[in-house]
């Protein structure tokens, strides 16, 4: 008798411990898994705990495009205090690769500031998001947008001498903009035509 006793027992413990735990999962499921992994946020407490969206968008190991491959090379003249911004229109997903570097006309590098950074489709300019500012004479790497617009950069000379900037790229676009004193010029790359103007 002792012993049926005994496992009745461990069986409703078994099952008590094994709801809890399957409340306890579902529990965290919904108040931290979906607002942190699937921006989904049913209850609003991912939002107060600040964890919503926090794995942020996801980039897959192959990604196809529907732009044709280009390559590009552009070089930038800027006189002490001048400034340019070129950008590459590109969809969420799209990537390049890039290199820039600056130099004077001896052909030392010379710092400039810079700021890479993206305007979404369809939103005000001034809520950009920059990725990379500083100071430097060079840089390079491979970007991927995290959202349509046009993404791209920002270079002053902050110098007393006339800089160079050189930028090569590659990758997944079929325009660009350039923004300076002179105004507003877009830039087009076909299959033909790959390397700058």
């Known amino acids: 008798m002792t012993r049926v006793a005994v496992i009745e027992l461990s069986a409703r413990t078994l099952v008590r411990t094994s709801l809890a735990a399957l409340v306890s999962a579902a529990l965290a499921l919904l108040l931290f898994v979906l607002p942190a992994e699937f921006d989904t946020d049913p209850t609003g407490v991912g939002e107060l705990l600040g964890i919503k969206g926090m794995a942020g968008d996801s980039v897959g190991a192959l990604s196809l495009q529907q732009e044709p491959y280009a390559q590009d090379v552009r070089e930038f003249e800027l006189g002490p205090f001048e400034s340019v911004e070129y950008k590459y229109a590109l969809t969420a997903g799209q990537s390049l690769v890039f290199a820039w570097q600056a130099q004077t006309l001896r052909g030392e590098l010379s710092e400039v500031v810079y700021d890479l950074h993206s305007e979404e489709a369809g939103t005000d300019p001034e809520d950009a998001v920059s990725f990379d500012i500083g100071r430097n004479s060079e840089s390079q ?43 507003e010029v877009e830039v087009t790359f076909d299959a033909a035509k790959t390397e700058g103007d």
């Open 141 to 183: 790497g491979s970007f991927v947008a995290p959202f349509t617009g046009i993404h791209g950069w920002y270079w002053e000379n902050r110098g007393s001498e006339l800089v160079t900037v050189r930028l090569s790229s590659s990758g997944f676009y079929n325009t660009a903009k350039v923004y300076s004193a002179a105004g």
